[in-house]
Structures are given as C-alpha cells and as structure tokens.
Nanobody
Framework: VQLAESGPGLVQAGGSLRLSCEAS????????MGWRRQVPGKEREFVAA?????SPAYADSVKGRFIVSRDKNTLYLEMKNAQVEDTPVYYC?????????????WGQGTQVTVSS
C-alpha cells in the first residue's frame, strides 16, 4: 500500500482547507486510515482517523474544527477555523493486514502553514 497526501498547503488563520490522501496498491489490505501531524522537534501526534467500521475519531485539540472522512481509497481531512498551531506536517497513515497483526504504513507528509 502506498499513500500520497495532497493539499493547498497554505491557509490564513480562521480559514479552511482540505487535505487528501490517496491510497494505491493492495488497498484491500487497508483496515483503517488516519492522520497524524508533527511539529519539528516533537513526536508525531494523532489527529483523526476513520476506523474499520466507518466511525471517526478525533484528538481533543481538533474536535469541532476538523472533519475526517473516507471515500473508498481516499481519506480526507477538512480543517475549519485553522489556527497557527495547526501548522505542522500532516501524515496520512493506514493500518493494513489482519486485525490481529496490523502494520502501519505512512505517507511522505504534506506541510500545512497557517498564516496569522
């Protein structure tokens, strides 16, 4: 499975943007997909995910502002009311394989810059 993120990259504070992640390859192996982000010098943190049953999950810091959705092999992250702290690199992830032996695949990441 390969993951490719895309998005506008730049948004003004208070604005909105949408990131996309397209999965290719053995997509039938995908169990769930999600987003993580990383600020330089810090660990990657969970942002949002769509689980196997279609249910979404969000980090507390983005609840009410971000919407995660999945359409077949494409994962989306819609960001509303963007804030400066939403600036990190965003990575798409996919959990693949049987539930008892999941492996995580990462995209290369896409930079989001929120200008004040």
């Amino acid at each position: 499975v390969q993951l490719a993120e895309s998005g506008p990259g730049l948004v003004q504070a208070g604005g909105s943007l949408r990131l996309s992640c397209e999965a290719s390859g053995s997509t039938y192996e995908i169990y769930s997909m999600g987003w993580r982000r990383q600020v330089p010098g810090k660990e990657r943190e969970f942002v949002a995910a769509v689980y196997h049953d279609g249910s979404p999950a969000y980090a507390d810091s983005v609840k009410g502002r971000f919407i995660v959705s999945r359409d077949k092999n494409t994962l989306y992250l819609e960001m509303k009311n963007a804030q400066v702290e939403d600036t990190p690199v965003y990575y798409c992830t996919a959990a693949i394989g049987p539930p008892q032996a999941l492996m995580t695949v990462w995209g290369q990441g896409t930079q989001v810059t929120v200008s004040s």
